[in-house]
């Protein structure tokens, strides 16, 4: 199976850099995923990590270690709009690219 | 392309009421998938499909269930609904094994009530 832990909650500043952290411990891995979902909306995807290393795109960077069963997300020049939930994904082995297993997200609150 | 759309948007059902959820996407995408979203719990894994005429069981199955006639459409039918099916189910879809790319793409969600 899959276990997928991130924190809860985190507020930052508008302006100001945040790194959302998750950890997975799986029985196969095969890419992990970084969502944005804001209130009461689908959720979007941000970026697909599949190779160790950091992907970076705009604002948003994304970082996997596969040995450590760790990844982050970073956020740059934070915006009132970055006011989200954000969740890590998992996919396994098998199932083609949609069998993901979710975490259960992060609340970003970005204050002035 | 309208992408992934879900009907209906809102719905309340009474207890052993049946009914059915309707997916569908115009992309062309092979897979597909049903998630449920309950506070503190994320999304958890329904039914997917890797294709038409395929469908297998994900994380939460019971008192679901799917088909997959076409590629376009991917309809979850609740059997009996209960209050503890109350939530808000998303589906999504992805290119397929033969795209290099394995972004999915939400629909926008039905809000189910049970009461």
């Known amino acids: 199976g899959q276990n997928i832990d991130q924190p809860t909650e985190m507020t930052a500043t508008e302006g100001a850099i945040v790194q959302i952290n998750c950890t997975y411990q799986t029985s196969g891995f095969n890419g992990l995923f970084w969502y944005q979902q804001h209130a009461g909306e689908a959720p979007t995807f941000l970026s697909y990590?599949?190779?160790?290393g950091l992907e970076e795109k705009g604002r948003f960077s994304s970082f996997l270690s596969r040995s450590k069963g760790y990844s982050y997300l970073l956020l740059k020049e934070l915006q009132m709009k970055d006011s989200a939930s954000y969740l890590c994904a998992v996919k396994g082995l098998t199932g083609g690219g949609n069998k993901l297993t979710f975490g259960t997200g992060t609340q970003l609150k970005v204050e002035l | 392309n309208a992408g992934v759309t879900q009907t209906p948007k809102f719905q309340v059902l009474k207890t052993g009421q049946s009914m059915t959820l309707q997916c569908a996407q115009d992309m062309n995408h092979e897979y597909m998938s049903w998630y449920r979203q309950d506070p503190g719990m994320g999304l958890r894994l329904i039914h997917y499909?890797?294709?038409?005429?395929?469908?297998d069981q994900g994380e939460v199955p019971n008192g679901y269930n799917v088909s997959r006639s076409t590629t376009e459409d991917f309809p979850l039918r609740l059997l009996s609904a209960a209050p503890s099916q109350t939530s808000v189910y998303f589906c999504?879809?992805?290119?397929?094994?033969?795209?290099?790319?394995?972004?999915?793409?939400f629909g926008p969600g039905t809000r189910l009530t049970v009461t």
């Open positions: 499909s890797v294709g038409a005429g395929i469908t």
């Open positions: 999504a879809s992805t290119p397929g094994h033969s795209s290099v790319s394995y972004e999915q793409y």
């Open positions: 990590n599949v190779l160790d």
